[in-house]
Structures are given as structure tokens and as C-alpha cells.
């Protein structure tokens, strides 16, 4: 459709690259992607890897590189004139290239492709399934998007009367489950699943202007990846469910930095930051 009307298609696979198939050129000639992008560092044994764009060259207008640098060019001379080279890679790529970040992200690639797709994908239906049996059990616990199921084991929720920041340090400091809180990087998506109307938006973007985040909208999105144990998502339904219906008491040993809009526990040590600063205090 989107070609029909001389339109390009890009799509975004950060989220999920490691788990399903990229097919940019599919059989049916209309639908074929004009450009793809992912993050490697999402993929099992991807971290410290190098992000991943795919386009077709008739995109490509550059007459000068985005950086030019060592290596992209053919040659020069002393009066101002070169040549940058043709290879549209080895052009957009000045200066040393990241040899390891490339060789690792192939790596993590081809691990993919090893465990198999279908398998992958097998076994993240498995996780979803009973995470959603699971927290579905749990009274004050909100699921959101709960009517979808079939989704990668990405899964996000809030829990009534929690801060997702103190939820997420919750399950960092008693359970050492490392989880994310915010809107994760889906701000005006966030708008349709916690059901935010433009008045109340505009009323929650004043207080987040004026420097007051505690108001914030979000929610504690876990991820879980296919290699996850059985007995592994059980301990982590199981601390969900422990934080939901202790928090309440727990939630007196942390003190809110209104500035960071995070929680710190009234007994931590001072952060590197905070002992550097401190040495300019004295």
C-alpha cells in the first residue's frame, strides 16, 4: 500500500530482531522494505556489539559523507579537489572501522540463526503463557495490552499504588531481578494503554516542566528470553507477586530523589558522583 502511493517503508526491528525472521525482499514484489534497523545488543550475546542499518541504494543521495574522515575517500590533492569513494559503506564508514563490534554482532547473529526461529518463537509462547497466568492472579497487578497474548516476552505492567521507579528498585534490592520503569522510550503510545486524555495530559506535562516528576506516568517492563529457565520465571513471578503485596512496608527504607525521580535506600552509600562532588564542598 505503501508503495502504491510512492511512499517508503522503514521498519524499525530493535525489539525483535534476535527473536523473529527479517525478510526484506518477500515474494510478493509490493511489499518488499526500503530500509531496516536494529540494535545487536539485544541479541543473546550481543551487548558491546554495533547498531545495524539495511537500506536500498537507490535511497542514497549523499554527495558528501554524514562524517568524513580517514578512509572515504579515493583520493586528494593540494588544490582542494577528491574523490570520495563509491562504495556507499566504506564512504558513511570513516575512520578505524569497529572490527570487534562488527565480528560480535555476526557472531550473535549467527547464534540466532542456530537456535532457529521457530524454536525461539516456541519458546517464547511457552514463557508468555505463564507469566500471564501467573501475575494474572495477582489483585492489584495490571497488565498492560493484557488482551494480546501473542507478543515477544516482552511484558509490561504497574501495580496500583506503586511508583514504577520504587517497583523496579524493589526487584533490583531484594530479589536481583533487574527490570526497567518508565515509558520506555513510548511516551505518546503510553497516552492510549494507561488511558490519558489531552486535559490530563496537558495537567501531567505542566508538573513534568516545572520540575515535578513524581506524576510521571509509567509502568515496570520485564523481559524474558527464550534460554529463561522454567524454574527462573517462576522466582520471577513469584518476587512480582512478593513486591505487590509488600510494598506497602517495604517502601519505608527508601527516600524519593525528587530531582532523579528514583528511590534510594535510606541506608546506601553515597554514589561516585556525590563523593566527587563532595570533595569541591569542602
Not at 543473546?44 to 537500506?55: R, W, Y
Not at 578505524?96 to 549467527?110: D, R, S, W, Y
Not at 521457530?118 to 495477582?138: M, P, Q, S, W
Not at 533487574?178 to 496537558?202: I, M, N, P, W
Request: hydrophobic share 35%; glycine share 8%; proline share 5%.
Amino acid at each position: 500500500l505503501m508503495h502504491r502511493h510512492n511512499g517508503v517503508c522503514f521498519v524499525d526491528f530493535a525489539c525483535s530482531a534476535p527473536y523473529v525472521k527479517i525478510d526484506i525482499h518477500p515474494e510478493d514484489e509490493e511489499a518488499y522494505l526500503d530500509a531496516i534497523f536494529f540494535s545487536p545488543h539485544k541479541f543473546l550475546g550481543g551487548p558491546g556489539t554495533s547498531g545495524v542499518l539495511v537500506f536500498n541504494k537507490k535511497l542514497y543521495k549523499n554527495m558528501v559523507p554524514d562524517n568524513p574522515g580517514g578512509g572515504t575517500v579515493s583520493w586528494t590533492n593540494p588544490w582542494g579537489e577528491h574523490k570520495y569513494i563509491d562504495n556507499i559503506e566504506d564512504r558513511e564508514d570513516g575512520g578505524t572501522p569497529g572490527f570487534l563490534q562488527v565480528i560480535k554482532t555476526a557472531l550473535a547473529i549467527k547464534l540466532k540463526e542456530q537456535m532457529g526461529i521457530a524454536n525461539i518463537l516456541e519458546r517464547e509462547h511457552e514463557i508468555v503463557d505463564y507469566v500471564f497466568e501467573a501475575l494474572g492472579t495477582i489483585p492489584n497487578l495490571n497488565i498492560l495490552a493484557g488482551q494480546h497474548k501473542d507478543r515477544l516476552g516482552v511484558i509490561s505492567f504497574y501495580i496500583d499504588g506503586l511508583h514504577f521507579n520504587l517497583g523496579v528498585k524493589l526487584l533490583n534490592d531484594r530479589f536481583g531481578i533487574q527490570t526497567r520503569g518508565g515509558c520506555s522510550c513510548a511516551g505518546t503510545y503510553g497516552h492510549f494503554l494507561l488511558h490519558v486524555d489531552k486535559e490530563t495530559s496537558h495537567q501531567l506535562t505542566d508538573k513534568i516542566t516545572a520540575g515535578e516528576l513524581f506524576d510521571k506516568p509509567g509502568w515496570i517492563r520485564m523481559s524474558i528470553h527464550p534460554t529463561t529457565t522454567n524454574d527462573e520465571i517462576r522466582y520471577v513471578c513469584d518476587s512480582i507477586r512478593s513486591v505487590a503485596e509488600n510494598f506497602p512496608e517495604w517502601s519505608k527504607d527508601y527516600i524519593y530523589d525528587k530531582c532523579t525521580n528514583e528511590f534510594l535506600h535510606a541506608n546506601a552509600k553515597p554514589s561516585e558522583k556525590e563523593m566527587v562532588m563532595n570533595w569541591f564542598s569542602m
